[in-house]
């Protein structure tokens, strides 16, 4: 099976609400990162979070990582209706396994209005 | 300054048809990555490449061939189509090390009859 699962793999939710998403990895990181897929587009890059840190805020979004847990967690505040796409966390090869960039299968978000 | 790019976006192919998928990047970026996206599956790694002249196998290489001939450029090759390849395409760069932000492009929907 793949190194990053997201957790769960749908979540529908009003505006306003809160988001929470999981990933969990199985072999060493030195970073884990999330990424936004509207539909029909490409990834786009929202966040980055070395493995010497334990949580990491950029606007609305807070990420949280349990190295000792193999597990991260992303968090959208105040949800809106533009933050519905699918969700992924990646997590990078290590030195002597470059072949394995794994992407999970992805949390799909509906922000309903 | 367009980012990542890719052509075509669309492509319908019979099986055992031939077909180039190309990716150029305008960020000066040393590594360039080749996806597939399939339902339910995240992203998988086909192939990629460390700078211009060199090529190396993914997680799911066969069936594919690839070419770096100049820096921002990076050619996807399926010589001899085949349905199990309909899935959709998307190629990405970063800058300089295989942990940083990857950039992606929009993507090219390949349906193989």
């Known amino acids: 099976s793949q190194q990053g699962e997201e957790d769960p793999q749908a979540l529908s939710i009003q505006e306003g609400e809160n988001a929470t998403m999981n990933c969990s990895y199985k072999t060493s990181i030195n970073n884990l990162q999330w990424y936004r897929q509207n539909s029909g587009r490409g990834l786009v890059h929202l966040i980055l979070i070395r493995s010497n840190e334990r949580e990491k805020h950029s606007g609305r979004l807070r990420v949280t990582l349990d190295t000792s847990k193999k597990s991260s967690s992303l968090l959208i505040t105040a949800s809106r209706a533009a933050d519905t796409a699918s969700y992924f966390c990646a997590t990078p090869p290590g030195r002597y396994n470059f072949n394995k960039f794994y992407f999970g299968s992805g949390t799909k978000l509906n922000v309903k209005p | 300054n367009a980012g990542v790019t890719q052509t075509p976006k669309f492509r319908v192919l019979k099986t055992g048809q031939s077909m180039t998928l190309l990716c150029a990047q305008d960020?000066?970026?040393?590594?360039m990555y080749w996806y597939r996206q399939d339902p339910g599956m995240g992203l998988r790694l086909i192939h990629y490449s460390v700078g211009e002249g060199t090529t190396a196998k993914g997680e799911v290489p066969d069936g594919y061939n690839v070419s770096r001939l100049k820096k921002q450029n990076f050619l996807l090759g399926l010589e001899s189509a085949a349905p199990s390849q309909t899935s959709v395409y998307f190629c990405?760069?970063?800058?300089?090390?295989?942990?940083?932000?990857?950039?992606f492009g929009p993507g090219t929907r390949l349906t193989v009859l």
């Open positions: 990405a760069s970063t800058y300089g090390r295989t942990t940083d932000t990857q950039y």
């Open positions: 960020m000066n970026h040393e590594y």
